[in-house]
Each structure stands twice: as C-alpha cells, then as structure tokens.
C-alpha cells in the first residue's frame, strides 16, 4: 500500500473544513448525517472541530439490484432517527466516487424538507462520475485509485488507518 495522504495533512485538511462549515453556519445549529460505514472517523473528527452546535445522526445505504454499486439502485438500511424538517442539515460523506450514493441520499432528505441541506466529502473522485452530483466542501480532490483508511475500507480492514492509501 501506498501512503498518498498523511495524517497530518488529514487533520489539517478537516479542520480547514470545520472552519469553512462554521463560518457558513454562523453560530446555527446543525445536524450532521454520517453515511455509515465509512465517514465514523471523519464524522467524529469533524464534530470536534466544529464551532457551531451540532447533532449527529448516521444512515446506512446499500445497493441492490445486480448486486453491485454499479447497478445504480441504492435503498436506505438504516434511516435516520432524527427528523431533518426545518433543520440545517450537512450529509457527511468520506468519499463521493460515482456519486450515485450522495445524490440518492441528497434526493431523499431534500423531500424531508430540510431548512437547508449540504454536503461535505473529505475526499472525491470526479473522474469516477456517473451522475451528476457536486459536494459544497470537499477536502481532497484525488485519481481513480482504490483508497484505504481513515474509515475507508478493503473488505472491512483498514478502516482504522490514520492516514489515506492507495492499495496495489
Ligand atoms: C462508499 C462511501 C460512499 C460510497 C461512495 O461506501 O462510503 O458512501 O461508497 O460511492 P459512490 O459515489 O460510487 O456511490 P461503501 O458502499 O463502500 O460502504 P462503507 O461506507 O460501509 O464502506
């Protein structure tokens, strides 16, 4: 495996995004929406950095259909508990690929009603697309590379690395 971020670059890069969060929200509350698994660390993380009050709560979201991400049918496993109505709301993704999982989860909390809705990724892939979705903040722009670490996963190991690797 290779190192392609470390983690100090991490935490830099997380609290550069609490900072940029903070001060859009100005002092409002706001309800994080971790995407299980992977964003726990960086959700975790960047609720400690935050300026603003926050709430957290977590979705799980799986394909179905032919089995994989690529049929692009994706369903809710585990919704939130809480309800977004009214809420200011950042869904908290550790990394947008295709983009099919963001823009899905985006469509559906936006029918909730929110007060308002975005998105942060710590890191994306653009060249990956296959639907149209952009993030509001995005930590770390990188190739098409299969990535471990800081809760990203291969077969559910590494998730517990503090920095980002690319696996060979
Ligand atoms: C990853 C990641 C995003 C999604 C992004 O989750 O956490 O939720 O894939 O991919 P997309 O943009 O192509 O939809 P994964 O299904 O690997 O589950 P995990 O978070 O439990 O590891």
Known sequence: MKLIITK??????????????????????????????GAFIFMADLARRMKTPVKVDFVCLASYGSG???????KITKDLETSVRGKNVLIVEDIIDTGITAQ?????????????????AL?????????????????????????????????????????IYVVK
């Open 123 to 163: 890191l994306d892939k653009p060249g990956r697309r296959r639907v149209s979705f952009r993030a509001d903040y995005v930590g770390f722009t990188i190739e098409d590379h299969f990535v471990v670490g800081y809760g990203l996963d291969c077969n559910e190991e590494y998730r517990n690395l503090p920095g």
């Open 68 to 74: 994989t991400r690529s049929s692009g049918r994706v």
């Open 8 to 37: 100090q670059e991490v935490e830099r890069k997380v609290k550069w995004l609490a900072g940029q969060i903070s001060r859009d929200f100005a002092g409002r509350e706001v309800l994080l929406v971790g995407v299980l698994k």
């Open 104 to 120: 899905y989860l985006f469509h559906r909390l936006r029918s909730r009603r929110p007060r308002s809705l975005r998105t942060v």
